[in-house]
């Protein structure tokens, strides 16, 4: 499966972005992670393709939501009133059913990164 990220970009602090994600072929979960320079990459929101369950970490909860499109194997986060921490590489992963939801290493699959840059 290939990932292919995108929608990244330089925005100002309260600003938004939306990132995208299209997968060549279907995989279980779709994560978005993120890593900071000097930074270990962490995990930033999960969606589940059936049933659309979704998982977020606490820090973007209420600003960021992940949504996908089954149809086009699309998965996107809609990304709000962002802040200056939320400045980093943004990366796009696809794991089975056996992926624990929040561990970047389980993922199967991973797309090339996008930068997402916040002035304040």
């Known amino acids: 499966v290939q990932l292919q990220a995108s929608g990244g970009g330089l925005v100002q602090a309260g600003d938004s972005l939306r990132l995208s994600c299209a997968a060549s072929?279907?995989?279980?979960?779709m994560g978005w992670f993120r890593q900071a320079p000097g930074k270990e990459r962490e995990f930033v929101a999960a969606?589940?393709?059936?049933?659309?369950?979704?998982y977020y970490r606490d820090s973007v909860k209420g600003r960021f939501a992940i949504s996908r499109d089954n149809a086009k194997k699309t998965v996107y986060l809609q990304m709000n009133s962002l802040k200056p921490e939320d400045t980093a590489v943004y990366y796009c992963a696809g794991g089975g059913v056996t992926t624990s939801t929040y561990v970047s290493d389980e993922y199967d699959y991973w797309g090339q990164g996008t930068q997402v840059t916040v002035s304040s």
């Open positions: 969606i589940r393709w059936s049933g659309g369950s979704t």
């Open positions: 072929g279907r995989t279980f979960v």
